[in-house]
T-cell receptor, first 114, second 110 residues
Framework: NAGVTQTPKFQVLKTGQSMTLQCAQD?????MSWYRQDPGMGLRLIHY???????DQGEVPNGYNVSRSTTEDFPLRLLSAAPSQTSVYFC?????????????FGSGTRLTVV | GDSVTQMEGPVTLSEEAFLTINCTYT??????LFWYVQYPGEGLQLLLK?????DKGSNKGFEATYRKETTSFHLEKGSVQVSDSAVYFC?????????FGKGTRLHILP
């Protein structure tokens, strides 16, 4: 049982480049989300999805796009990377009733934009 | 809006010391409350949770009690080990979103 798998683990981008951070879960969880973790800021919600075909914005959505074509996958796209997007990105999932279960997190993607 | 405030770190203790990490929250209604732990280079792991007032969550020797009257969910452990060194996050759940505190880094000295 793989849980939540994030790829790549590390990435360096140049300003203006685009890329997609991948997230996949094999637990049939309806809910998936993306967070970024910055020093002294804790975790901040970027985008989330309550099921295939449904996405919504979190606290810090600007500069990021998401889509949810399947239950398993929830990729995060950076269309034009900026140094302010240097961060560690975590994907998380849960059954829709997350109050009872909490989240399962991936191991993260460390992104550096130069 | 809803928020979580936890004590700033780093917290440094000797092995076998008693641990308390304070957490208070602001929320309407009755959210579920969580503690997550993040070991170096890893993602967050759910440590314990409580879903209603006066519930006590416990796991791996850690405990936290949901106190509605003081809007608190303090994390405690009676005797810490070096392996407990990590970052601890307090969090609440509202409308299927989890709001995290900023985290408290814990160092345990042998």
């Amino acid at each position: 049982n793989a849980g939540v798998t994030q790829t790549p683990k590390f990435q360096v981008l140049k300003t203006g480049q685009s890329m997609t951070l991948q997230c996949a879960q094999d637990m049939n969880h309806e809910y998936m989300s993306w967070y970024r973790q910055d020093p002294g800021m804790g975790l901040r919600l970027i985008h989330y999805s309550v099921g295939a075909g449904i996405t919504d914005q979190g606290e810090v959505p600007n500069g990021y796009n998401v889509s949810r074509s399947t239950t398993e996958d929830f990729p995060l796209r950076l269309l034009s990377a900026a140094p302010s997007q240097t961060s560690v990105y975590f994907c998380a999932s849960s059954p829709i009733q997350s109050q009872a279960y909490g989240y399962t997190f991936g191991s993260g993607t460390r992104l550096t934009v130069v | 809006g809803d928020s979580v405030t936890q004590m700033e770190g780093p917290v440094t203790l000797s092995e076998e010391a008693f641990l308390t990490i304070n957490c208070t929250y602001t929320a309407t209604g009755y959210p579920s409350l969580f503690w997550y732990v993040q070991y170096p280079g890893e993602g967050l792991q759910l440590l314990l949770k409580a879903t209603k007032a006066d519930d006590k969550g416990s796991n791996k020797g850690f405990e936290a009690t949901y106190r509605k009257e003081t809007t608190s969910f303090h994390l405690e452990k009676g005797s810490v080990q070096v392996s407990d060194s990590a970052v601890y996050f307090c969090a609440l759940n509202r409308d299927d979103k989890i709001i995290f505190g900023k985290g408290t880094r814990l160092h345990i000295l042998p």
